[in-house]
């Protein structure tokens, strides 16, 4: 879940959004993610920053056809979705060396797929959603 408390933003005269974190325009960011309002949010939040979100991707079967065919730079992924994890996602990005970071309520920091990978725990509010994204950006290769 997005938690809307946490989102300082101030409009000014020039309707700008100068307390977030700037994301680097045009990047093409594959969403995972089951929970429909979110994903909404999610949208709304990156498109509103000039990224193109590829998908989104709400089953496994849907996010590995995207993650092995589309032009990412970055990638977001819910752990848990429903039955499935994203885990098998997560290999495929990893293999074509897309950085990436998990979202999740639920999954232990120490299984053994999640590993060393990025992480930010739901509930999360826009601001960590996009110093996240901008600091897996920032480290890839």
Do not use: C, W
């Amino acid at each position: 879940m997005i938690d809307h408390e946490e989102q300082p933003v101030r409009t000014v005269q020039s309707n700008t959004r100068e307390t977030l974190p700037h994301v680097a325009t045009g990047k093409r960011v594959l969403l995972v993610e089951d929970e429909a309002l979110i994903t909404t949010l999610v949208v709304d939040v990156l498109e509103d920053r000039g990224m193109v979100v590829i998908g989104p991707a709400a089953t496994l079967r849907d996010a590995l056809a995207l993650a092995g065919s589309e032009q990412i730079d970055a990638a977001i992924l819910d752990v848990n979705l429903g039955a499935e994890t994203s885990f098998p996602v997560a290999r495929l990005l990893r293999e074509r060396g897309i950085p990436f970071f998990y979202t999740t309520a639920f999954a232990n920091r120490t299984h053994p797929d999640i590993g060393d990978a990025a992480f930010l725990p739901k509930p999360y509010g826009i601001r960590q959603l996009l110093e996240t994204l901008d600091g897996v950006l920032a480290a890839a290769p």
